[in-house]
């Protein structure tokens, strides 16, 4: 059993530490730099969530698509089920797993299980092949492009549409109407399921799903201005810090001394190598700590308070005035990182994860690639996006060339309004605009039945957490909306039924 989670989901990524330079733009894969030492420190905090699910593998075919005879290859998918609310003949919601193993995302989509006893619905988490447990190749599978070539989202979609007919017909419910739901990356698979098998799901609630992040359907700098924006939105003084910091980190490392004196200002556990560990370390903390912006405290990623940008920002604001802007900056990314108070040290180099081999960098070499650049007023140094030296950098680690336009040609972005309003509907698209995905999202209303729900204080999927005491009234007021959508699919769905008969 691979209880070695995938701690770290999210469309987040790491800063491609094989690139020596660290000139050009980090590509954001959705395991962080940091993912051993904070998944240690995850573990240490929180027990292995109890989920009320009960845990199925199913026999699933290795290649959808082709009829060669490896393709028949079976391999074995997991899955988990919530029985107890379910009325049988009643609606199925199934969560489209993303890049990790399907408790985690079970664990932190408590919304399904709030609202599965309103609808008597019963609730499958289907967990995507090659994360978790679901190894086609067993310890083998993350090899080499033999086996990857298996991972893409083609594949994972169809293994879902495959799954739920199985599943449909060994509960004898096959008019049961089924609703997809996923978030971030399991979000994009939740709205391409819904276009591509409407035959199978009557809707999808896609939560923080950045299917436009692709291509240059949006500015490829919107995602750190996005970061960006959350920082200034709290204090223009901690913004400007922030930008400053980075000028102070290259000129202090250029010091004799300078490697140590970080070393010591970054309380680290082992003298530094390299400022570019620095560096990564304090993006990956301004970067997550934007998604995670919940409006209560939460432990997504890390424990962290309600707002933890502001709480961060209020850090910076609090120094006097002759602080350095390093030791600014180290306090506010040691709250994401130390906010259970546990940590002696940082272990700031830990996470330069060279072996490469993990789901998410493989997907994101070949068919996820989303362009990403830091303009002049984002509070990261300017970056661009070179292509040519990301491609080399896939090659190399795999032997593959990356296609960077499949996705929009498989499942379309371009001018999506105009395409989706008349081919699509039944999609809620819901977005924070506190996450930086939101703006690869879709954040206008398409069509009568194509809905983007906003929150302008919303954070990565926020909506999809358990309902808390604490929760604000916008938050209760959108997932109220969900479930009235969701609710409406389903009324129309059996009024067309009873029609046809
Ligand atoms: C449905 O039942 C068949 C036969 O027992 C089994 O092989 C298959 O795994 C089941 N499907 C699911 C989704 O569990
Ligand atoms: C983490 O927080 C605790 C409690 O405030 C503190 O004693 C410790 O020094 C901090 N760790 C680091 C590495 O700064
Ligand atoms: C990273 O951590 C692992 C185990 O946690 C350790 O074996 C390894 O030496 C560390 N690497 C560095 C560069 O500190
Ligand atoms: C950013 O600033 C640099 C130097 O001032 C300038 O050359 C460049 O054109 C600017 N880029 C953008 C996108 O404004
Ligand atoms: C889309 O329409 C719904 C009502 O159906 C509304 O609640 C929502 O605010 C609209 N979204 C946007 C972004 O205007």
């Known amino acids: 059993m691979a209880s070695s989670s995938t701690f770290l989901f999210l469309l987040l990524f790491t800063i491609s530490s094989t690139t020596a330079t660290m000139q050009s733009i980090p590509t954001y894969f959705p395991r962080s730099t940091y993912q051993s030492s904070l998944q240690k420190q995850a573990k240490d905090l929180v027990s292995e969530p109890k989920i009320p699910y009960e845990t199925y593998y199913f026999p699933q075919l290795l290649d959808h698509f082709t009829f060669r005879p490896q393709s028949s290859k079976i391999f074995y998918q997991k899955y988990l089920i919530n029985s107890h609310y379910w009325h049988h003949g009643g609606p199925i919601f199934v969560y489209t797993g993303n890049e990790g193993n399907i408790e985690w995302f079970a664990a932190n989509t408590g919304f399904m299980l709030d609202i599965a006893p309103k609808f008597q619905a019963l609730l499958v988490f289907i967990e995507h092949r090659f994360y978790g447990e679901s190894m086609p190749f067993g310890k083998d599978s993350y090899n080499s492009a033999k086996?990857?070539?298996?991972?893409?989202?083609?594949?994972?979609?169809?293994?879902?549409?495959?799954?739920?007919?199985?599943?449909?017909?060994?509960?004898?419910?096959?008019?049961?109407?089924?609703?997809?739901?996923?978030?971030?990356?399991?979000?994009?698979?939740?709205?391409?399921?819904?276009?591509?098998?409407?035959?199978?799901?009557?809707?999808?609630?896609?939560?923080?799903?950045?299917?436009l992040q692709f291509d240059d359907i949006i500015p490829w700098s919107s995602f750190y201005d996005a970061v960006s924006k959350d920082y200034k939105?709290?204090?223009?003084?901690?913004?400007?810090?922030?930008?400053?910091?980075?000028?102070?980190?290259?000129?202090?490392?250029?010091?004799?001394?300078?490697?140590?004196?970080?070393?010591?200002?970054?309380?680290?556990?082992?003298?530094?190598?390299?400022?570019?560990?620095?560096r990564n370390w304090l993006w990956t903390a301004f970067v997550y700590t934007a998604m995670v912006n919940y409006p209560t405290k939460a432990n997504f990623m890390m424990p962290l308070p309600a707002y933890p940008v502001q709480a961060m920002c209020k850090i910076i604001d609090g120094f006097s005035p002759g602080a350095t802007k390093l030791s600014k900056v180290f306090a506010a990314a040691s709250l994401y990182y130390n906010y259970s108070q546990t940590q002696k040290c940082f272990e700031l180099e830990n996470g330069t994860d060279v072996h490469g081999l993990h789901g998410w960098d493989w997907q994101a070499c070949t068919e996820m690639v989303m362009p990403?650049?830091?303009?002049?007023?984002?509070?990261?140094?300017?970056?661009?996006?070179?292509?040519?030296?990301?491609?080399?950098?896939?090659?190399?680690?795999?032997?593959?060339?990356?296609?960077?336009?499949?996705?929009?040609?498989?499942?379309?972005?371009?001018?999506?309004?105009?395409?989706?309003?008349?081919?699509?509907?039944?999609?809620?698209?819901?977005?924070?605009?506190?996450?930086?995905?939101s703006r690869g999202?879709?954040?206008?209303?398409?069509?009568?039945?194509?809905?983007?729900?906003?929150?302008?204080?919303?954070?990565?999927?926020?909506?999809?957490?358990?309902?808390?005491?604490?929760?604000?009234?916008?938050?209760?007021?959108q997932r109220r909306k969900e479930v009235e959508i969701i609710q409406n699919w389903i009324d129309e769905y059996y009024m067309d039924i009873e029609q046809e008969r």
């Open 441 to 477: 999202s879709v954040l206008k209303n398409i069509s009568a039945t194509i809905i983007a729900l906003v929150t302008e204080k919303g954070a990565h999927h926020v909506d999809f957490r358990s309902a808390t005491k604490e929760d604000p009234e916008w938050l209760i007021q």
């Open 147 to 211: 086996t990857l070539g298996y991972l893409n989202s083609r594949q994972a979609l169809a293994d879902f549409a495959v799954l739920i007919r199985s599943l449909k017909k060994n509960h004898s419910s096959e008019e049961s109407p089924v609703v997809v739901f996923g978030g971030s990356y399991g979000g994009m698979l939740a709205a391409w399921f819904r276009l591509k098998y409407p035959h199978i799901a009557i809707g999808a609630l896609a939560s923080s799903a950045p299917i």
């Open 233 to 278: 939105d709290a204090s223009v003084n901690c913004y400007e810090v922030i930008k400053g910091s980075w000028q102070e980190l290259e000129a202090l490392s250029a010091q004799k001394e300078g490697l140590a004196e970080l070393s010591r200002t970054f309380r680290t556990c082992k003298n530094l190598q390299s400022m570019y560990s620095v």
């Open 372 to 437: 990403m650049t830091c303009s002049n007023e984002s509070m990261f140094s300017p970056s661009s996006f070179n292509y040519k030296e990301f491609a080399d950098n896939c090659k190399e680690k795999y032997g593959v060339m990356p296609r960077p336009h499949w996705i929009t040609t498989e499942y379309g972005g371009s001018r999506i309004e105009l395409v989706l309003k008349r081919s699509g509907s039944n999609i809620i698209f819901s977005n924070g605009m506190q996450d930086p995905w």
